[in-house]
């Protein structure tokens, strides 16, 4: 029978190098499972707590902890280890009661400490606007979730700060002049910025951010910079 998907294992020396693991400790690390993020950009649930937060010390207590649903991400229960975790994720462990937020950093995603006001609380970014064939409005978030709001006037690139599990939109933010941007790879990675010009894209050009960082302003795609508030960040987003 032919081969229906690509490999399900990974090797640790062959994962991606933003990946902050040991890679020498054993030949193999668990795989993160196809989703919305790509695997540059995500780690598999199992890896997350044990080989960034510490919350458990090898396969066998991730294991048993997912089993007993002791991890929740973005305060819905996840059993399978291999579950991909991305940006704004929140992994929390309510018999410790502690909450982690993915943020983005120039060495790849790090995990911040959340505190219970802020532990149901996640920004999503707009990547998708569509109408559906009832007439309403649906858009498509960073994160894989859709929703149905025809209250929301937002275009992709703009972002929703929303309560999760229950998806309940709390206020928003536009990808606009004074608008606070998050540069989410590259070099300047997590750092915050305002945003002092949206230039539209043309057939042969993307559509491009001017934003002031410390060092000065600097021209960015817009894929790359995150709307994360107005004065403040909406949620705590820097380490």
């Not at 780690?43 to 080989?51: C, F, K, M, N, P």
């Not at 978030?141 to 929301?152: C, K, T």
């Given at each position: 029978?032919?081969?229906?998907s690509?490999?399900?294992?990974?090797?640790?020396?062959?994962?991606?190098?933003?990946?902050?693991?040991?890679?020498?400790?054993?030949?193999?690390?668990?795989?993160?499972?196809?989703?919305?993020?790509?695997?540059?950009?995500s780690?598999?649930?199992?890896?997350?707590?044990?080989?960034l937060?510490?919350?458990?010390?090898?396969?066998?207590?991730?294991?048993?902890?997912?089993?007993?649903?002791q991890?929740?991400?973005?305060?819905?229960?996840?059993?399978?280890?291999?579950?991909?975790?991305?940006?704004?994720?929140?992994?929390?462990?309510?018999?410790?009661?502690?909450?982690?937020?993915?943020?983005?950093?120039?060495?790849?995603?790090?995990?911040?400490?959340?505190?219970?006001?802020?532990?149901?609380?996640?920004?999503?970014?707009?990547?998708?606007?569509?109408?559906?064939?009832?007439?309403?409005?649906?858009?498509g978030?960073?994160?894989?979730?859709?929703?149905?709001?025809?209250?929301?006037a937002?275009?992709?690139?703009?972002?929703?700060?929303?309560?999760?599990?229950?998806?309940?939109?709390?206020?928003?933010?536009?990808?606009?002049?004074?608008?606070?941007?998050?540069?989410?790879s590259?070099?300047?990675?997590?750092?915050?910025g305002?945003?002092?010009?949206?230039?539209?894209?043309?057939?042969?050009?993307?559509?491009?951010?001017?934003?002031?960082?410390?060092?000065?302003?600097?021209?960015?795609?817009?894929?790359?910079?995150?709307?994360?508030?107005?004065?403040t960040?909406?949620?705590?987003?820097?380490?």
């Open positions: 029978m032919a081969k229906k690509g490999s399900k294992s990974l090797k640790r020396l062959s994962a991606p190098r933003s990946w902050d693991i040991e890679r020498k400790s054993s030949r193999f690390i668990i795989r993160p499972s196809p989703g919305p993020y790509s695997i540059e950009r780690y598999s649930l199992g890896v997350a707590i044990r080989d937060l510490h919350l458990v010390q090898n396969k066998r207590e991730i294991d048993n902890v997912l089993s007993h649903s991890v929740l991400v973005d305060g819905v229960a996840r059993k399978n280890a291999s579950f991909p975790v991305g940006l704004f994720n929140v992994i929390t462990v309510p018999k410790e009661g502690v909450s982690f937020r993915l943020i983005p950093s120039s060495d790849g995603l790090k995990a911040r400490k959340v505190g219970k006001d802020q532990s149901n609380l996640k920004l999503c970014r707009i990547s998708s606007k569509s109408k559906t064939s009832g007439g309403r409005i649906q858009y978030f960073h994160d894989g979730r859709s929703m149905l709001n025809d209250a929301l937002l275009s992709p690139g703009d972002a929703v700060l929303m309560k999760v599990p229950e998806q309940s939109v709390v206020s928003s933010v536009k990808l606009s002049k004074g608008s606070l941007g998050l540069i989410l590259g070099e300047r990675a997590g750092l915050v305002k945003i002092s010009d949206v230039k539209k894209g043309t057939v042969s050009r993307e559509k491009m951010v001017t934003i002031s960082l410390p060092a000065g302003e600097t021209e960015l795609p817009a894929r790359l910079i995150f709307p994360v508030g107005t004065e960040p909406a949620i705590e987003v820097q380490e």
